[in-house]
């Protein structure tokens, strides 16, 4: 028999990537424009013409590209963001995997012009569908411009699949919005058919806000501000009163990049609990600076998701800071868009840059735990839980006189000053044993679960295993169509577009079969009279816009299996998150539940859920 592997030419092979990083116009908009930005420009032209599916141009005045360098941008995995696997975790670019410019030269027919400050002259080239027609020396001012005409030329099918141009500039607008309130610095013009939509200096954040979405906004902001050690919050949220009846704006960015969270808008929904009409929405636009290296970007090619290290924490902490500036500006007067946000505030908070409010986290709150492991929290080091932790010795005098029959994690706290690396609970590397004689397992940085093999040790992601375990089971019920789902008290009603609402009653007969009960889905509300045994009636909103995003998010034309999609998402909202403590108990059944799976070793997202380290690997490193 002859071999019958072969590599794939480098025009199928971007083809094929095209297909992720380019759904419709809109990609080919957030890609330019984010390249734009990373190419330090502060001045930036979008030029659309019929909803993107004719043109879509960006000009930049940022640093240009070499002739090499112009040429070479076209290849795939060409990038001049990162050098190494190590650089994806220090991240300060938008983009840096080197496949938006090949992909949609792919698909299009695109001209590029460049030139760099220093140069007198530029470049220009001219690529269809891969082939590069024509490279020249141009006159051109100092910055980029690409045009990407005929999108889709060459795949018909793709092209047909486009909605209509009302519905393709929705999409291009939404992707500007979301650039141009992530970069407030950076002027910006937009135009559709030749008619300016917006044309905004660079101005301070709260201004661009205004800008983008009208005057009427200024005095609906209640400005957030939070400074902690493992996140910064800034930006503002939409006075209750105001509230929409659609998402339409919701705003997470994080380390200016827009991202889709349905968990963290859990966060702000919980701290506007009781005083939002049914039925309505919070509106933000915050900002949240993390360390590069605590956040995954790259798990999706349109780089909208990213995986948090302790989500659980920023859970906590944006809320508390939402909270809080409800509580604090409510009632403040209406404030004046001439000014500067920073006259606006009352005296109390006028120079709020120095002090961080306290805010009280409990890093260690477990839903799934009984009340005796959340009150382990001997963190001593992050000032944001200074005040949570005052309280706790005085709890725990109280498990003193009880004596030990109390769980083994409350004691100990009187130690309050240990500070083990940030994330390392004391009891449950020293009171737990006195308890339990037969510890196989613990926890590191509430991240991973530490057991020990015949052969060595093994170490378990937490949250990739429990999705893998989820997922399965979510599988398995929608497969043999059978499951027992949990009556809820009152009905439970969501709102939703009606777009949003046409995804879910795709979906509903597979919902049904996870244990989802329906009452009603109409045009804009989904009523719910029961959910799936084990889920938490809280947690409905979440799973629902998570399953919402995923299926947008889906690419359109690859082999879509509904039940295959609802299970990876259901299972990504429900796991346990990073940053969630697990007492020994729970350890130990997310331990063998993962190995009851049938593929224990990846997670639905073929991640690898453990791995494991030999005595030898071990022993090696004492050599
Ligand atoms: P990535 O952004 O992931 O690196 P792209 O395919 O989007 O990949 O771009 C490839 C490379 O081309 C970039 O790394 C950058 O060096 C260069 N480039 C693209 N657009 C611009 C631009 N507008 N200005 C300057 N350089 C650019
Ligand atoms: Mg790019």
């Known amino acids: 028999m002859t071999d019958i592997i072969q590599l794939l030419p480098d025009h199928v092979a971007n083809q094929i990537a095209a297909g992720e990083v380019v759904q419709r116009p809109a990609s080919v908009v957030k890609e330019l424009l984010e390249n734009a930005i990373d190419a330090g420009a502060d001045d930036i032209k979008l030029i659309i013409k019929d ?80 082939t590069v027609k024509s490279q020249e020396v141009t006159v051109t001012p100092t910055g980029t411009s690409v045009a990407v005409k005929n999108l889709f030329f060459n795949i018909p ?52 806000v205004v800008h983008i979405f009208g005057n009427k906004t200024n005095e609906r902001l209640v400005p957030v501000e939070e400074d902690t050690e493992v996140l910064k919050i800034s930006g503002f949220v939409g006075k209750p009163e105001y509230s929409k ?102 005296y109390s908070y006028k120079d709020k ?80 044993a006195s308890v339990e004689t037969s510890k196989t397992t613990f926890q590191l940085q509430q991240k991973y679960i530490v057991s020990t093999l015949k052969s060595g040790m093994l170490i378990i992601d937490q949250n990739r295993a429990h999705q893998r375990v989820l997922y399965e089971s979510f599988l398995k019920h929608i497969t043999i169509k059978e499951a027992t789902s949990q009556q809820l008290l009152f009905p439970l009603q969501l709102s939703f577009t009606p777009n949003e609402v046409n995804i879910i009653s795709e979906l509903q007969e597979d919902l049904e079969h996870t244990g989802f009960v329906f009452s009603d889905v109409k045009e804009e509300t989904i009523t719910i009279t029961g959910v799936p045994v084990g889920v938490p009636e809280s947690e409905v909103s979440i799973i629902l816009e998570q399953l919402i995003s995923d299926v947008e998010n889906d690419v359109p034309d690859a082999s879509f299996s509904a039940a295959d999609l609802l299970a990876k998402s259901m299972a990504k909202s429900l796991a346990i998150k990073n940053g969630q403590t697990l007492n020994n108990t729970e350890q130990e059944h997310l331990v063998n539940s993962l190995f009851a799976c049938k593929e224990p070793n990846i997670s639905p997202t073929n991640r690898p859920t453990f791995i494991t380290m030999s005595t030898d690997d071990i022993e090696k490193k004492f050599m």
């Open 51 to 130: 909803a993107g599916k004719t043109l879509v141009q960006v000009i930049d005045n940022g640093k240009g590209m070499s002739v090499t360098d112009a040429r070479l941008s076209f290849e795939r995995h060409a990038t001049s963001k990162i050098k190494s696997a190590e650089d994806l975790f220090q991240l300060n670019t938008k983009g840096f995997r080197g496949e938006a410019l090949a992909s949609i030269a792919a698909i299009a027919h695109v001209e590029l012009k460049t030139k760099r400050p220093d140069d007198e002259l530029g470049t220009v080239i001219e690529i269809e569908g891969s």
């Open 353 to 432: 840059a120095g002090k961080a409010p306290t805010i009280e986290v409990d890093r260690s709150f477990n839903p799934f735990a009984d009340e005796g492991s959340s009150s382990g929290n001997t963190s001593s080091k992050s000032t944001s839980t200074r005040t949570s932790f005052k309280s706790v010795p005085t709890a725990n005098w109280e498990s003193l006189y009880v004596g030990l029959e109390s769980k083994g994690n409350r004691r100990q706290e009187d130690d309050v000053e240990v500070s083990f690396e940030k994330e390392v609970k004391t009891e449950t590397i020293f009171s737990d």
């Open 157 to 208: 099918a793709r092209r047909n699949f486009l909605k209509s141009d009302t519905v393709e500039l929705r999409h291009i607008t939404d992707e500007f919005h979301r650039v141009a309130l992530a970069h407030p610095s950076i002027a910006f013009a937009f135009y559709h058919n030749g008619s300016e939509l917006f044309n905004i200096p660079s101005e301070n954040y709260r201004q661009r």
């Open 245 to 346: 009846k659609t998402r339409s704006e919701q705003f997470f960015f994080v380390n200016q990049r827009f991202i889709k969270s349905p968990y963290l808008n859990h966060a702000i929904s919980a701290a506007f609990e009781g005083l939002l009409k049914d039925g309505y929405h919070a509106s933000y636009f915050l900002n949240l600076t993390v360390d590069p290296k605590t956040i995954d970007i790259n798990i999706h090619p349109t780089k909208t998701e990213i995986k948090f290290d302790d989500e659980h924490t920023l859970y906590a902490i944006l809320r508390s800071a939402v909270k809080h500036s409800l509580g604090q500006f409510n009632i403040a007067p209406v404030l004046d868009f001439e000014q500067q946000s920073s006259f606006d505030t009352p």
